[in-house]
């Protein structure tokens, strides 16, 4: 799921009208000392992570004057909240908190939901997953009919909520759910939706995330690679990504792993697992004969050959790799003989630039004899020093692992 950022989410809000404090992101202590001077009062200052519970983490501060905001915002920038480091802050007017309220959307996707479903608490400010059952007004939207006003009204009333601040949460909730619906969430919430001491509703606080699916009606959004990729993505990993938004079959997971420099050091092989379990019994295995990994790939989900291809063409195409190695530990129910077309059209093409080449290929599971003929005879007359294993060997991590090291310490020392 695409994630963003509390201040990415109000703004959505403000777009939406839906009110949120005043404020600013900024990303040195110095700009959060001028934010809270242009908001000319007690400010709060806040990491800007993909994680929740910040308040608890000490990654939200509040502050009287300019001076102890930029000493708040020095304490944040750089601090790691649940393994994620802090590089921006959002400077807000602080509120005067009479009651926080819980507002959200999010995709039930149970057998009997499968929708978009509004919730409302007047317990808010804390996980909606700890506020009693009875707390919460739930409803399933018909995606189709869609909502009404008098639904949002009827949903906050249900939980005791009167007078003007009804009209203001539920017209909060109305919108939220339209924002949701444009955007394509599958989680838009407020925790806290504030009520202020003077009566005005604010949303103090925003979760969203994107479904990845939908991202290509949204290049708005600027998002490079639709699924779960903390880091900033490479060239490499782009590319890779481009095999996966052209082609829903199967999948393909694929990530740069080293950077160039380290590479051309020695001691990398491209790696290609099927199945993320392969993928980590590879690892492991060549972590034990000292060789290092230039790539993560993970084909799995019964890939066309043609995705196989251009991942394979992927990895091949790392400067300074001393090996491919196929990581097939798992009796595949995927018809393998994608992908030994796949590879041994990339490699047939690939090999003749690396005379010697050191390649480990263990491919097992549904259509293995038929994909064992086609790697072994599709490979055949190749000058790369290439070995093939099937069934035989897809308990033997150790032996396989064992092979990847005696063929690079070959292919080295042909070439000193
Ligand atoms: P989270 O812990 O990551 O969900 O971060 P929140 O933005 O929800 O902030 C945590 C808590 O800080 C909220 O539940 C509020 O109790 C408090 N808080 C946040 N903004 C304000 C504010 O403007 N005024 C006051 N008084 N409290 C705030
Ligand atoms: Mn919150």
Same mark, same amino acid.
């Given at each position: 799921m695409a994630k963003f950022f509390e201040y990415q989410g109000k703004e959505l809000f403000k777009e939406s009208g839906i009110p949120i404090p005043e404020g600013m992101v900024v990303n040195t202590p110095e700009d959060a000392k001028q934010a809270a001077e242009k908001l000319a009062g007690p400010v709060v200052i806040k990491a800007q992570v993909w994680a929740g519970g910040r308040g608890k983490s000490g990654a939200v501060k509040f502050a009287d004057t300019p001076e102890e905001a930029e000493a708040a915002a020095e304490a944040i920038l750089g601090m790691e909240v649940k393994g994620l480091e802090v590089k921006q802050v959002l400077v807000e007017e602080k509120l005067d908190i009479a009651q926080e309220f819980y507002a959200g959307v999010i995709i039930n996707s149970a057998q009997e939901v499968r929708g978009p479903v509004l919730m409302f608490s007047p317990e808010g400010g804390i996980d909606i997953e700890s506020v009693p059952e009875d707390k919460i007004a739930i409803m399933n939207v018909d995606v189709i009919k869609g909502i009404m006003p008098y639904d949002t009204l009827n949903l906050v009333s249900s939980m005791g909520v009167k007078g003007k601040s009804l009209r203001q949460i539920a017209d909060v909730l109305f919108k939220l759910f339209k924002a949701f619906q444009k955007m394509d969430c599958r989680t838009l919430e407020i925790n806290p939706l504030v009520l202020t001491g003077d009566g005005k509703v604010l949303a103090a606080d925003c979760r969203m995330a994107v479904d990845d699916q939908a991202l290509f009606r949204h290049p708005e959004l600027g998002i490079k690679i639709g699924r779960e990729f903390l880091k900033e993505p490479t060239e490499f990993d782009l590319i890779a990504w481009s095999f996966?938004?052209?082609?829903?079959?199967?999948?393909?997971? #694929?990530?740069?792993?080293?950077?160039?420099?380290? #590479?051309?050091?020695?001691?990398?092989?491209?790696?290609?697992?099927? %199945? %993320? %379990?392969?993928?980590? +019994?590879?690892?492991?295995?060549?972590?034990?004969?000292?060789?290092? #990994?230039?790539?993560?790939?993970?084909?799995? %989900?019964?890939?066309?050959?043609?995705?196989?291809?251009?991942?394979?063409k992927l990895i091949m195409a790392i400067p300074g790799i001393e090996g491919y190695f196929l990581s097939g530990f798992m009796m595949a129910n995927q018809e393998q003989w994608h992908?030994?077309?796949?590879? #041994?059209?990339?490699?047939?093409?690939?090999?003749?630039?690396?005379?010697?080449?050191?390649?480990?290929?263990? +491919?097992?599971?549904?259509?293995?004899?038929?994909?064992?003929?086609?790697?072994?005879?599709? +490979?055949?007359?190749?000058?790369?020093?290439?070995?093939?294993?099937?069934?035989?060997?897809?308990?033997?991590?150790?032996?396989?692992?064992?092979?990847?090291?005696? +063929?690079?310490?070959?292919?080295?020392?042909?070439?000193?």
């Open positions: 996966e938004e052209s082609d829903f079959r199967g999948t393909s997971y #694929v990530a740069q792993m080293a950077e160039p420099a380290e #590479v051309a050091k020695g001691g990398y092989v491209g790696y290609h697992g099927i %199945g %993320g %379990g392969a993928a980590m +019994l590879g690892m492991d295995a060549l972590n034990k004969v000292d060789i290092k #990994v230039a790539d993560y790939a993970d084909t799995s %989900g019964n890939p066309t050959a043609s995705k196989v291809y251009r991942v394979v992908h030994a077309h796949g590879i #041994v059209k990339a490699l047939r093409e690939e090999l003749p630039k690396r005379p010697g080449f050191p390649v480990v290929l263990l +491919l097992c599971g549904n259509k293995e004899k038929e994909s064992q003929e086609i790697l072994k005879e599709g +490979l055949a007359g190749l000058d790369a020093r290439i070995e093939i294993y099937d069934r035989e060997h897809v308990y033997d991590a150790k032996f396989i692992g064992g092979r990847v090291r005696a +063929l690079v310490d070959e292919y080295r020392e042909e070439r000193n």
